[in-house]
């Protein structure tokens, strides 16, 4: 859509319009989130190399659910109601201010939660005030513009700010770390039930099913990335370092990385998530919630390789087991998530399916074996690479002609 200087009357997008895709102003808004992702997985390797294991995955699991939900709250707001005029623009780049502010408090957040005595997030917490003050008001504009969808407008825009009050309440008050995540679930289920409220009792919004899945697949991509733009960062100090160079390990890890990112994508890439959520619009929140478990796979399996590189540095406090673990169970979290998404979404259990996961479970755990007999690290993880080889061969010589079968039953 090209932008002019007047406004447009924000009374919805065509949820059947041809040749919808991604606007510049997505995937400028996108780019935020790289340095999102790339804090957060940086943290956890952090967390998980000084040993500190239950605290780093306690803390990017707060921090991923965060990062996601900041993306999904705009992306599907977005597909039902871009206008792409100059206001939809500054309140768009309103809520990137607030997401760069938010990952500024990554690391007091996962620092506080190490040190156990009090959650501190009142930066991420402030980075979310911001972009709720965007969000809402473009919430607010179309219930202006869009009087017929005024009820789905009026759930967004309740749970949102009840939601924001809970968070900002939580942030005040001096509470230690288990009492806070117990608290944290309130506004959490207020958060993901607003939505469901609105688009299932309420009128709902005419967001775009090409556009979404076209929306998942770019932040699946940015994600994948931000795994091997930190992968590289960390190789590039280890091999200027005369005592470690280009040694036999870093050369393996190195391919390992970029291995499992080829891997992953090709893996996503394989099930046509459009022509899905086409015929089944109904099943849309088990797609897009489910998704922030892919996400956060991702992001880990980024944050295990770095693990990887500080054991090769001797910066790590993890074992070689350890280590490997660090990269292998994201890598059969992302697997098995993937699989447990298509099967919910089709409703249909596909044995060949079963027996992909069994093979995946196989080599991921004979690279753990193998770590306790004492093969390299380096070696253990070539093997880990595997694991989405195995759903590859399965979809390109079967799977294929199965997925087909499902989308004619779906």
Sequence with gaps: ????????????????????????????????????????????????????????????????????????????????????????????????????????????????????????NEIVIAGYVVMRVALCGQWLRAWRQDPARRGAHQVYLATILVAQVFWCVIAVLPLSVPVAFAAMLVPMVIELTGPFLAERRFGGTPWHADHIAERYGLLTIITLGEGVIGTVAVMSAIVNEPELGWSLGAILLLAAGIGLTFGQWWTYFTIPWATMLERRRDRSFLWGYMHILVFASIAATGAGLHVAAYLLEHHSELSEVGTVLAVAIPVGSYALVLYLLYTLFMRVVDPFHLLLIGLTAAVLVASVVMAIAGVP??????????????????????????????????
């Design 1 to 120: 859509m090209n932008s002019t200087s007047s406004l447009r009357q924000m009374t919805g997008r065509d949820p059947r319009e041809e040749h919808r895709s991604a606007t510049p102003l997505e995937l400028l808004f996108d780019l935020t989130f790289v340095v999102a992702f790339g804090v957060s997985g940086s943290e956890l390797a952090h967390q998980l190399a000084e040993g500190h294991i239950a605290a780093g995955i306690a803390a990017f699991s707060f921090a991923s659910f965060a990062i996601c939900w900041a993306w999904i709250n705009y992306s599907w707001m977005a597909s039902a109601y871009d206008t792409d005029d100059w206001a939809f623009r500054l309140l768009t780049m309103v809520q990137m201010v607030g997401v760069i502010i938010m990952a500024l408090g990554l690391p007091t957040l996962f620092e506080s939660i190490h040190g156990g005595d009090r959650l501190h």
């Design 377 to 410: 690290v380096a070696w253990c993880l070539v093997v880990v690479v595997l694991a989405p080889v195995v759903t590859i061969v399965g979809h390109e010589t079967v799977g294929h002609r199965h997925i087909a079968e499902h989308l004619d039953a779906l």
